[in-house]
């Protein structure tokens, strides 16, 4: 089982910029597509961006599209989300997930591992 630890979250002004790391304990079938979500509170929980680690797709929310990118540093097992313009409605939560399949994109249901979360806080 793949244990996903993340960090680098923080208060934040709005239009600042923050890096999300997901560090994973292996790299194997079980990490096919690497995820973040976030979970504000009161609303569901919702896909961000995803990787597929074999490096042929990438995957985005509209609502982070120009602003988030999602990277990673296969030597290190690590995934990264790099946050710039950041808004409030950018506040929640922030959990990383792993899912053995590559066409996981950014269905929560389709992952099946999932890190502690990291606090994200956009606010002047």
């Known amino acids: 089982q793949v244990q996903l630890v993340e960090s680098g979250g923080g208060s934040v002004q709005p239009g600042g910029s923050l890096r999300l790391s997901c560090a994973a304990s292996e790299y194997t079938y079980i990490t096919n597509s690497v995820g973040w979500f976030r979970q504000a509170p009161g609303k569901e929980r919702e896909g961000v961006a995803s990787?597929?680690?074999?490096?042929?797709?990438?995957y985005y929310a509209d609502s982070v599209k120009g602003r988030f990118t999602i990277s990673q540093d296969s030597a290190n097992n690590t995934v990264y989300l790099h946050m710039n313009s950041l808004k409030p409605e950018d506040t929640a939560m922030y959990y990383c997930?792993?899912?053995?399949?590559?066409?996981?994109?950014?269905?929560?249901?389709?992952?099946?591992?999932w890190g502690q979360g990291t606090q994200v806080t956009v606010s002047s």
């Open positions: 997930a792993a899912s053995p399949t590559r066409l996981a994109a950014l269905e929560t249901a389709r992952y099946k591992y």
């Open positions: 990787l597929v680690t074999d490096g042929s797709n990438t």
